[in-house]
């Protein structure tokens, strides 16, 4: 070997060596980064707050600007405006939020055969959606199909036969279930077509002349897989409504909604509302429901696990067998009736579908959305139609001003909300019938927070209201109000319609 060949061997080992040690501290900071964000992920106890002190901003608003509290945002001129986390949320938690955004968002696919996983398998095998958002695009508002000649896709029909299953639902019909799966994976039968014709309900004038026209539903189902309905079956059309202060909306003690409750309608003012009370999955036993349209679901946990079961076909920590209300034999880990021989031999996982850690962050996503404020605080115009929506009789049922009490996230407690809501089941009319829900009458409908209201159509494209989209705007929802609404609805008839106009202008910059 020549001293040349020598001496470039020797300088191939130095600059190896100096390769080697740069890549060895390049990997341990890499590891250290990941490890310091793992451990501020999934470790580290979640903070409320990011930064306390930058919260002063909100200062300088106009307290009635303040939705919800200091959980406001003010991001409201993009189809993102139902999207927002609760600002300055800690570490802990905002990570928690966008990887629940993530699997709300994230198109699901059937099960995978054995030694096969992913983050988004296990649809179906019955199902009406693939993603959450869905039924709820950009956390807004479902939107109805024009005519019979659209397919259903951000709602879906309830059933029910008359008869109580177990802890107090309606019963289901033989061979289906609660709600009508128009969708399958592939080996596997729908349940039925379902279609939805508008027919014209009730015409009448305004006073000053202006003419209206309500429209209601006609359901549709044909091509009904697993043997005919009987015919006292009761069908509810369903959309997603907005998801947005949820979390909110669960730190609102008990204690208010009963002390606003008033079953006998004792004080004599009309309204009589009360709670529902469900079936607690978790723990057993009856609570006072607050989410869905007939405030049939406890807590937000409870409602996602059940949206994931019925309306995705995810089994989960909550929805891990189906038991059929007609056969207390039968127990099924899919949504499978035990008539549905197909849905029952489809491909299924050996674990949960939606696993604990993703309803554990779909729970904190929908918890920490953020409410949008409210605009034109300052407007004459909408303050006069403000005062006009108070002496209605309208804050009777859709409270305005409620402090927050006790949550698992500090983060939402104590604060001065408007979202205009008790919470509380009220009769509605026979105009509104539907089929009951636990201790919910068929006319009886939770009381619907307006906040978000007036961007609905910027962000949905669309302005369709109440539980199955048959109001094409906020005037023909009023207009729907019946039973311990009706007095309100009559004076809202009976004013000029600058007035209408006026409360109208309120209610859209809410």
Sequence with gaps: MTKATIMSDEKDTRSSGWVLKVGTIILVACLGAFGFQAYQTFWEPYADYGDPDIMGYLEKENPKSLSGGDATHFHSTSGETFAQEVPNLGWGYSA??????????????????????????????????????????ADGRGRPPANEDEVLEEGFVRVSIPGTGPHGLPLSPKGYGHQ?????????????????????????????????????PEILISDLEYGELPENAVFDLRFGPQVYGLGLLEAISEEDMLAWAD??????????????????LERGGKVIGRFGWKASSFDIRQQSAEAA????????PLFFYRYDDQSNRHKARQNCEPEQKDCLEALQGEDFEMTPAQLTDVTAY?????????????????????????????????KTHITTKESEIDRLENQLIHPYTDLLLHDMGEGLKGRPDFEASP???????????????????????????????IQEAILWHGGEAEAAKEKYKKMSKEDRSAMLTFLNSL
């Excluded at 055969?113 to 709820?136: F, K, M, R, V």
């Design 96 to 137: 928690a939020f966008d990887r629940g955004d993530g699997f709300f968002e994230r198109p699901l696919k059937a099960a995978l055969p054995e030694g096969h996983s992913s983050d988004n398998d296990g649809l179906g095998p019955h199902y009406n959606a693939i993603t959450c958002e869905a039924c709820h695009p």
């Design 180 to 216: 009508f799966s128009d969708k399958a994976t592939e080996g596997v039968m729908p349940e039925a077509t379902v279609r939805v014709k508008w027919i014209e309900a009730e015409t009448g004038t305004l006073s000053g002349g202006e003419p209206y026209s309500l429209r209601k």
């Design 263 to 280: 079953p006998d309608d004792e004080d004599n003012d009309g309204i009589s509302g009360r709670v529902n009370k469900v079936w607690d």
């Design 309 to 316: 079961f019925f309306d995705l076909g995810l089994n989960n």
């Design 366 to 398: 929908l918890q920490t959305l953020g409410v949008v404020y409210r605009r034109d605080v300052d407007n004459p115009v909408a303050l006069k139609g403000e005062k006009l929506f108070a002496d209605a009789g309208c804050i009777a049922c859709h």
């Design 443 to 473: 006319t009886e409908w939770r009381t619907q927070p307006l906040w978000g209201i007036g961007k609905i159509e910027q962000v949905n494209g669309h302005t369709n209201l109440l539980h199955d989209g048959r109001a094409r705007n």
